[in-house]
């Protein structure tokens, strides 16, 4: 009987367990859905611009596409408009103003699935309506020329971020790259007096001043410069990944008085300090493949794909755990609390994430993850989105001039 009875209990107790995993299942799934999703930072429009339609299924061409933002959650993207160091005087700008148009088409040709939002109140309303609020975020300070009003006018046209440098420096502000290569004189580090002026007008027009991307020594001139929330659109922390483009603690610090909010990227080099090294390891092994498809002019991205293809088991392997980005979110939360911390997954500009995160689809495993670590459903509704709203409205707060 006694023995009977273990059996009786264990299979209750079994049948407990199973039943406790179904409700966490759907309580993460319900959570992410009714919470306000936003990624600050993704680059498919790049991929748009050579052809791609993300309207169609886009599966293992690139990260995102109209039907898997859908999947994911996604209430508000952030789209960047970025172009590298050849867009400089005379192109930046024009090239800018062709990837907003692009972003606008798509809504256009799309509008029972995207509009394009200036506003807090505009992006309320889209996702009320269940449809993807996209946004504009200029990824270069370089694309201004050097000139205020084509800052102005990309406001204007819809841009409610600007980094201040891409891995670029500009004459106005030193780049992370710039600063940590050594490539930048002492004298030329950080913001000068028109990087000054910069910020001060992205202030008066309720632009947020994006620090991914830029030197320390610009990181701390423009927190001294800045009156409103600054906004860290795709970075990850320096604590754990001690790389140029990561957050160290006292900048974490200062962000998190600043009232800003550090969303978090989902490069596993960005993440995980041994991803290069295993990466490394990988090309050294096919190293002849490599360079054969280098002289086939093939891309970075290109070459990406193939490795997942031609070698499945060894791609995988390179990949840090989902756990991980969770690691650099704890930092910040442990450091300056849940307000000052969000998503910026770089989607479809990176090569590699980690395990699990394969596209913006899989957006809700994070919410799992939050959950299983022990967030708050309100904590995490802050993370998920929350704090980016708060960002944009506390930026959005403007004396017109
Ligand atoms: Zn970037």
Partial sequence: MKYKGLVAGSLAFGAFLLGNVAANAQNYKTLHEKAIVVDTHNDVLISVLEGLDIAKDLTGKTHSDLARFKKGGVDVQIFSVWSDETYGMGRGFNFAKLQIDTLNAIAARNPDKMVVVKTPEELLKTVKLKKMAAMIGVEGGHMIEDNLSYLDELYNRGARYMTLTWNNSTSWASSAKDEAEGTVPNAKKGLNDFGRQVVQRMNELGMMVDLSHVGEQTFWDAIQTTT??????????????????????????????????????????????????????????????????????????????????????????????????????????????????????????????????????????????????????????????????????????????
């Fill in 228 to 401: 409103k929330p600054v906004i860290v659109s795709h970075s990850c922390v320096h604590g754990i990944n001690p790389h140029f483009r990561n957050l160290n603690d006292e900048q974490i610090k200062a962000v998190g008085k600043n009232g800003g909010v550090i969303h978090l990227n989902f490069f596993s080099g960005f993440l995980d300090p041994a991803f290069e090294k295993r990466q490394k390891a990988f090309m050294t092994r096919h190293q002849a493949e490599i360079d054969s498809l280098r002289q086939l002019n093939k891309s970075r991205d290109e070459i990406a794909v193939w490795a997942a293809n031609a070698y499945p088991q060894e791609a995988a392997d390179l990949r840090p755990p989902l756990a991980l980005l969770l690691d650099h979110l704890d930092h910040i939360v442990k450091l300056v609390g849940v307000d000052h911390v969000g998503l910026g997954s770089d989607f479809d500009g990176i090569t590699s994430t980690p395990k699990q995160l394969d596209s913006v689809a899989d957006m809700p495993l994070i919410t799992k993850e939050l959950l299983a670590r022990g967030y708050s459903k309100k904590d995490i509704e802050k993370i998920l989105g929350g704090n980016f709203l708060r960002l944009f409205r506390e930026n959005s707060k403007v004396q017109k001039s």
